[in-house]
């Protein structure tokens, strides 16, 4: 049985998603409903739930700042949200879970699967420390991305991020260290979340980040040479909108 934690501040909100795990979770037993930041405190810090629901916005605050208060989080999260741009960004940096409102009962159910598949495996408080960190931060070049890969979650400057290269259903990243990880996530989804950040799509199997980018050489769609020597062809198709972003920084 999972142990799970309500945090919601509006009453529809809080009938609809209890309606939601009685009638398609049996095995979720609610052990408290909070809705305010004080409440949920008091219930986690007593109750050692598996699975905390939140919404992010609570009132005239949020629920990171209650988040922060806690000197450890050994508890998975399930954020839920109207369409906020800027906490969507820093919840997807952290590898953390969310689900925009209004949501459905399968939405939900995709959401707690993807929980029950890595139950094992609590999220590491690294995690939290990249959303907190991102929370605090507007420049982009300050930000913080966690990384998982198969042998768990690695937390990287965005800025220290060469490249990245498709490989199949996964990503292989590359760093000013000279590090490599295997993450695995598509290079698609890194597309969408990186692309606020400086880096642009330039070929099916390459995205690229323009503050490492040391030379392009012209041709039919051209080559670059990223900083760390790695020689990247621009399709075609991206040559335009590659240049057009050169030419602004």
């Known amino acids: 049985m999972i142990k ?5 501040d509006e009453e529809s909100s809080r009938k609809i998603l209890t309606g939601m ?20 405190k008091m219930a986690i810090e007593a109750l050692h739930a598996d699975l905390v629901i939140s919404d992010v916005e609570l009132g005239q605050e949020t629920v990171f700042t ?17 369409y906020d741009k800027y906490a969507i960004q820093a919840i997807k940096f952290a590898a953390l879970d969310y689900l925009v409102k209004p949501f459905t009962a399968t939405d ?56 990245c290269q498709a490989e199949i259903n996964y990503t292989q990243f590359f760093f000013t260290s000279g590090q490599k990880l295997l993450a695995i996530r ?22 690229i980040n323009v503050q490492h980018v040391k030379s392009y050489t012209r041709g039919e769609g051209g080559t670059v040479t990223m900083s760390d020597g790695t020689l990247i062809d621009v399709s075609r198709r991206k040559k335009d909108e590659f240049l057009q972003r050169l030419d602004q920084l």
């Not at 795990?21 to 949920?40: D, G, R």
């Not at 598509?186 to 995205?207: A, M, N, Q």
């Open 4 to 8: 799970a934690i309500i945090i919601e």
């Open 21 to 40: 795990l009685a009638e398609h979770f049996k095995n979720i037993q609610v052990i408290a409903v909070c809705t305010n930041n004080a409440e949920a």
């Open 66 to 82: 209650m988040l922060q208060q806690l000197t450890s989080i050994d508890f998975e999260i399930l954020f839920t949200t109207g």
């Open 108 to 163: 939900l159910a995709a959401a707690i699967g993807q929980y029950e598949q890595r139950q094992q495996q609590k999220q590491p408080m690294k995690q939290f420390e990249a959303l907190f960190h991102n929370l605090k931060l507007y420049q982009n070049d300050l930000k913080k991305i966690a990384l998982p890969s198969f042998t768990g979650l690695t937390v990287f400057p965005v800025k220290d991020i060469i490249h």
């Open 186 to 207: 598509t290079l698609k989804e890194y597309e969408e979340l990186l692309g606020d950040c400086g880096f642009i799509r330039v070929h099916k199997s390459h995205l």
